[in-house]
């Protein structure tokens, strides 16, 4: 225990050297037990995958290897060019127009990397499959929106495109609340839920919209993050959102949808998930949806236990265009390290990217099914297990480029250039990249589920 706190703490002080801010404030943000125990799990977890050869190697502050071709979007040039003093890019989400142009978010972080950091939504844009990408723009500047207590703090963008209006709606959560009464003030819940509309592929954006009160009990919501869906044959526009987290009490997915291009919602009467957070939507064709949620579990009965973790993700499905929702279950084939997930419908696949792994993020993957996500039969590998790999957003449906036999998926996802050992969090906030692939689906390139 005391060699494993030493290498904690000389992890910190390179992080200090790298970062100005003061040893004692970035320790004492540190669950230390908690951070020793995630690293003593990631260390069985590799020496159950590849002795202790693989320890060795992921005892090494490096990236892995990255099997499919990548562009940077968001790093620390964007971050430094930026007006604004922003520290890092997380939260990705994505998505592409009718036209094939495509929309790239993430939060952009103030000052500091945490969570409840102040920040604004930065975008960049694509015209070519995701091959270039046009200056940051913010179609939500790192400013209050609206009134309340610390406005400028919330973000959690989740886009989706309705292709009957041709606009691309973004929504995002802002403010900080006490609902405890105690004088500690958090970002989850938020103080309220907004909306932008874009009518033109992102280059200008409408007014800041207040949609908090059609959420109800569920107000100040975390939407997504990542992506919503769009039913064009039933105009309705579907997006999760999760009213505190997994492990606290009253945490939730809430289903919530929109018949009218966005002026209005409403909450799916039974699409209400306990102790679930994180969660994305996809339309799997005809009235036909699934949403894929982020648990922290240990019911190993359902979950197969792997180096000591039982944890996987839930699942439910809808096949009335998400009015109503089947009970939540864990899906035992998606291993998850409670990390963010993406599910979208690829042309005959069902597709859901996450890190495959108990503990470390890293291994980023893309499962595959062909039945709606009840089972997975495929996987294809984006990264390998030493490649740092957290959030991903996957565009829905496959990218409008020529010159593929197969259907080419679009994957926005983030990455650390210098994790730390065992590869469960970043070592220092410049080291933070948000890269996208296009990868074809080819099935020589399969492996199973």
Not at 71 to 82: D, H, K, P, Y
Not at 329 to 348: K, M
Not at 411 to 427: D, F, S, Y
């Amino acid at each position: 225990m005391r060699i494993l706190t030493t290498i904690l703490y000389i992890l910190v002080g390179k992080s200090q050297a790298l970062y100005p801010l003061s040893l004692e404030r970035l320790w004492s943000k540190i669950d230390v037990n908690g951070a020793i125990e995630r690293f003593v799990n990631g260390v069985n977890e590799y020496y159950e995958a590849g002795g202790l050869e693989s320890v060795l190697r992921s005892l090494e502050i490096n990236e892995g290897t990255v099997m499919v071709p990548r562009t940077l979007v968001f790093g620390i040039e964007e971050a430094q060019a930026s007006p604004y003093p922003v520290t890092c890019f997380r939260i990705p989400a994505v998505v592409q127009t009718s036209s094939g142009a495509i929309l790239a978010f993430a939060e952009a972080r103030i000052n500091t990397c945490s969570d409840c950091a102040e920040l604004g939504i930065a975008m960049r844009r694509s015209e070519d499959g995701g091959l270039t990408w046009g200056n940051v723009t913010w179609p939500v500047p790192p400013t209050p929106t609206g009134p309340g207590h610390e406005m400028a703090r919330g973000g959690n963008p989740t886009v989706v495109f309705d292709s009957k209006r041709n606009n691309v709606i973004l929504h995002f959560n802002r403010g900080m609340t006490d609902p405890d009464g105690d004088g500690h003030f958090d970002c989850i819940p938020a103080v309220d839920n907004f909306q932008i509309i874009s009518g033109d592929e992102g280059r200008s954006w409408g007014e800041v919209s207040n949609i908090s009160a059609y959420l109800g009990d569920s107000r100040g919501l975390l939407p997504g993050p990542g992506t919503g869906a769009y039913i064009e044959q039933e105009d309705r526009i579907m997006i999760a959102g999760h009213y505190l987290t997994a492990e606290r009490e009253n945490g939730r997915v809430v289903m919530y949808y929109s018949d009218d291009g966005g002026l209005t919602w409403s909450l799916s009467p039974s699409g209400r998930f306990a102790r679930a957070d994180e969660a994305m939507v996809a339309h799997t064709g005809g009235t036909n949806l699934t949403v894929n949620l982020r648990r922290d579990v240990t019911e190993c009965e359902v979950c197969p236990p792997k180096a000591g973790a039982c944890n996987c993700r839930g699942r439910a499905f809808s096949n009335d265009n998400g009015l109503t929702w089947t009970e939540m279950e864990l899906d035992p084939q998606l291993r998850d390290p409670i990390c963010e997930g993406s599910v979208v419908q690829i042309g005959e696949y069902t597709a859901f990217s996450n890190p495959p792994m108990s503990y470390a993020r890293a291994n980023l993957s893309i499962a595959l099914s062909k039945n709606g996500g009840l089972s997975w039969d495929h996987r294809l590998r984006v990264t390998d297990e030493y490649q740092y790999t957290d959030y991903s957003s996957l565009v829905s449906g496959q990218l409008l480029v020529s010159g593929s036999q197969w259907p080419v998926a679009g994957l926005l996802w983030g990455a650390c250039q210098h994790p730390i050992p065992m590869r469960v969090w970043c070592l220092w906030p410049t080291s933070w990249q948000i890269y996208f692939s296009r990868i074809p689906l080819d099935p020589s390139t399969f492996v199973p589920a």
